[in-house]
Nanobody
Framework: QVQLVESGGGLVQPGGSLRLSCEAS????????MGWYRQAPGKQREFVAS?????VISSADYVRFTISRDNAKNTVYLQMNSLKPEDTAVYLC?????????WGQGTQVTVSS
């Protein structure tokens, strides 16, 4: 089993930045693809970014969102810059390996003036 705990969300003004963290524990290893998704009220969950154990990145927004990973700490980060009100959502961490997929509880990000 894998447990994921997100942190770093909060209220930020438009144009601001936040750094989210996701700490994994349990049966986690570098073979897992770690990712971030988000879900806004009334909308479907959507992909934000992912990173493999050897650093291959996929992202929905390579300009504003930067994903990184520290395998020694079993932690994945999401640096978000130039935030917009439409980025407001619950951000969820995901760990995926073969047919296993684990989710954290999420952290709320609110972009508002």
């Amino acid at each position: 089993q894998v447990q994921l705990v997100e942190s770093g969300g909060g209220l930020v003004q438009p144009g601001g930045s936040l750094r989210l963290s996701c700490e994994a524990s349990g049966n986690i290893h570098s073979g897992y693809i770690m990712g971030w998704y988000r879900q806004a009220p009334g909308k479907q969950r959507e992909f934000v970014a992912s990173i493999t154990g050897d650093g291959v990145i996929s992202s929905a927004d390579y300009v504003r969102f930067t994903i990184s990973r520290d395998n020694a700490k079993n932690t994945v980060y999401l640096q978000m810059n130039s935030l917009k009100p439409e980025d407001t959502a619950v951000y969820l961490c995901n760990a995926k390996y073969t047919y296993y997929s684990h989710w954290g509880q999420g952290t709320q990000v609110t972009v508002s003036s």
